[in-house]
């Protein structure tokens, strides 16, 4: 079968998602095209912006390439305050950017999730309309229960790596780090009513085309409403500070998994991931022409960024007023694609599955 007969297939199966990972320069060009046919079909020309806080970087796990992993003991542990929070959530509400996520190192505490809940609370409180998404790890099924109770919409848990054997490649083996407890709570998160987001590190050491093209399925067969990717970046201090991409082309392969995913759940948001703009000046912009419809621009505090090192990064500017959280949604956008404000960002993928 010929590329473009391939590219119009309606179904894929392993061995047709590693030929589309797998292409030419000329092939390439193709399948980008087409999944910004189909992006256009399902979702547009328009851009998601998420206003991006890290909660906190204390960690209870110890993920081998993750820079805030517990056994770093050279990281500044710190946890935002509530006014810091409150900050954020009157400059997403204020900008119009419409939603913001919450992302933190894994914590269970009672004091956590309370915590958590008073964040939601009050954000419901001023403003109801504001989208939340919540990527705050493995928690037990009351928790996701809870916070979804008190008004968090998204919840996104990255399998990281969909093949149990190989995910004990890069996390220890043991109760903490449980490929099949994973697995559960992205099914808890699902059965709470979150719209689920998952996704994969691209260009782990002993990944293939093959094992990516199975991480696509994976995603598909969980039938996901979200996805968030991006390229592993190793991080000083931690057990995999000089592990090597497989991939000689690291921004090409990201690209192609995102465009992927575009051309195979249609109508799901991508993210265009920070990690993509780490590994190429452009990272963003490219992953939103390959597919992606999601940014988020970052609005911790720049001390408190600096601290939330899962990888090695460039920092970003600062984002202190409306003003300057808009432009810097808008800076990755390319021509062509434009951002949606005053919107909660709901994928068209989660509105058809629970209108119907
Ligand atoms: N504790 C939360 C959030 C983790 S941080 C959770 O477990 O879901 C968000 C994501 O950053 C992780 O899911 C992982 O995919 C990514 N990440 C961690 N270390 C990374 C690295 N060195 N390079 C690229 N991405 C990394």
């Known amino acids: 079968m010929d590329f473009k007969t391939l590219l119009d297939k309606q179904d894929f199966?392993?061995?047709?998602?590693?030929?589309?990972?797998?292409c030419n320069p000329a092939e390439e060009a193709l399948l980008f095209a087409k999944a910004?046919?189909?992006?256009?079909?399902?979702?547009?020309?328009?851009?998601?912006?998420r206003a991006l806080?890290?909660?906190?970087?204390y960690c209870k796990k110890d993920c081998y390439y993750c820079g805030i992993r517990k056994s770093n003991k050279s990281v500044e542990r710190y946890m935002l305050d509530f006014e810091q929070v409150k900050y954020a959530i009157h400059l997403a509400s204020d900008s119009g950017i419409g939603s913001m996520a919450i992302q933190s190192g894994e914590l269970s505490s009672p004091e956590f999730t309370d915590f958590v809940i008073r964040i939601l609370n009050y954000a419901?409180?001023?403003?109801?309309?504001?989208?939340?998404?919540?990527?705050?790890?493995?928690?037990?099924?009351?928790?996701?229960?809870?916070w979804f109770d008190a008004g968090a919409e998204r919840y996104l848990l990255r399998i990281e790596v969909s093949d149990e054997e190989t995910y004990y490649n890069f996390h220890p083996n043991n109760e903490l780090h449980s490929f099949q407890n994973r697995l559960s709570c992205l099914q808890s998160i699902r059965?709470?009513?979150?719209?689920?987001g998952t996704g994969v590190m691209i260009g782990l050491p002993g990944q293939t085309v093959e094992s990516l093209a199975k991480d696509v399925v994976f995603m598909r067969d969980f039938n996901i409403h979200m996805c968030g990717m991006g390229p592993f970046i190793p991080c000083n201090g931690t057990p995999m500070e000089n592990a090597k991409s497989p991939f000689e082309d690291l921004?090409?392969?990201?690209?192609r998994m995102i465009a992927v995913m575009r051309i195979v759940m249609k109508d799901i948001n991508i993210v265009a991931s920070t990690a993509m703009e780490t590994i190429h000046p452009q990272g963003r912009s490219r992953a939103i022409q390959a597919g992606a419809n999601v940014v988020m621009p970052n609005v911790n505090p720049l001390e408190h960024r600096k601290k939330y090192k899962l990888y090695e990064k460039i920092p970003t500017g600062i984002i202190d007023s409306?003003?300057?959280?808009?432009?810097?949604?808008?800076?990755?956008?390319?021509?062509?694609?434009?951002?949606?404000?005053n919107q909660k960002g709901t994928a068209p993928h989660y509105l058809k599955e629970h209108l119907i």
């Open 322 to 341: 409306v003003d300057s959280l808009i432009n810097a949604a808008y800076a990755p956008i390319p021509e062509g694609y434009h951002l949606i404000l």
């Open 251 to 255: 921004v090409g392969m990201s690209l």
């Open 13 to 22: 199966d392993i061995e047709d998602i590693v030929r589309l990972l797998d």
């Open 36 to 49: 910004d046919e189909v992006r256009l079909a399902n979702v547009g020309n328009g851009v998601y912006g």
């Open 191 to 196: 059965d709470a009513g979150f719209q689920t």
């Open 124 to 146: 419901k409180s001023i403003d109801p309309n504001l989208g939340i998404t919540l990527s705050c790890g493995e928690q037990s099924p009351e928790t996701y229960k809870k």
């Open 53 to 57: 806080i890290e909660l906190t970087n």
